[in-house]
């Protein structure tokens, strides 16, 4: 069983809310992901980072933002959340190198009302 | 846009047939990964193929790379009910080097196995 923890599970939150994703991981892993997938939907790359004090943008353009002050915590924060944001989000890890197996959390499904 | 294309986006299978979803990408890789993502539920890792080996077995599993036509397919054998899942398959872009490379995902395949 992966070690990576997510919170909360569900969110329904109202439109302008300020939100925090949590995501946690306890396996030492350097690089951590957000990826955000509608159902049934392939998988989005928002926002990734190699290591402690680096972040950088993912493939699809987000709000969102994150910070990576430790290792093993990895938070996304919307500062002002729309209908637009519902969607689920996944937090994901893995070690450095090239042949190395990613570990998700088991995701985080928002829904702005 | 995503590194990996899948074919089919949905297979519908009967319990004991054979499962084929096929993956392609776009650019030079190290290894591709197959992960399993059941309903609502996040990814979990399959079986990684690197980029000198042709095939690969895991249990039921068996997954080719063919880094010529860069595209790789997972065979799902003797499929159960409990197979139906959506499966992805991933490769790393290396923005760089492995260690600031960042894990793309393809569209995957979502698989029914009817009982």
């Known amino acids: 069983e992966a070690d990576i923890y997510q919170t909360p599970r569900y969110l329904v939150i109202g439109t302008g809310k300020k939100i925090t994703l949590e995501c946690s991981q306890t396996?030492?892993?350097?690089?951590m992901y957000w990826y955000q997938q509608d159902p049934g939907m392939e998988l989005h790359l928002i926002h990734y980072?190699?290591?402690?004090?680096?972040?950088e943008k993912g493939d699809l353009s987000s709000e969102s933002t994150v910070s990576r002050i430790r290792t093993e915590h990895f938070p996304l924060t919307l500062e002002s959340a729309r209908p637009s944001h519902t969607s689920q989000y996944l937090c994901?890890?893995?070690?450095?190198?090239?042949?190395?197996?990613?570990?998700f959390g088991q995701g985080t499904r928002l829904t702005v009302v | 846009s995503q590194q990996g294309e899948e074919d089919p986006q949905a297979l519908s299978i009967q319990e004991g047939e054979n499962a084929t979803m096929n993956c392609s990408y776009k650019?030079?890789?190290?290894?591709l990964q197959w992960y399993r993502q059941n309903s609502g539920r996040g990814l979990v890792h399959l079986i990684l193929?690197?980029?000198?080996?042709r095939e690969k077995h895991s249990g039921r599993l068996r997954v080719t790379l063919d880094t010529s036509k860069k595209s790789s397919s997972l065979l799902i054998t003797a499929s159960r009910a409990a197979d139906t899942a959506s499966y992805f398959c991933?490769?790393?872009?290396?923005?760089?080097?492995?260690?600031?490379?960042?894990?793309?995902f393809g569209q995957g395949t979502t698989l029914q196995v009817k009982p």
């Open positions: 994901a890890s893995n070690q450095i190198g090239e042949n190395t197996e990613a570990f």
């Open positions: 396996m030492g892993h350097d690089k």
């Open positions: 980072s190699y290591g402690v004090n680096s972040t």
């Open positions: 650019t030079s890789i190290n290894n």
């Open positions: 193929i690197r980029s000198n080996e």
């Open positions: 991933a490769t790393l872009d290396y923005h760089g080097s492995s260690n600031t490379g960042k894990l793309i």
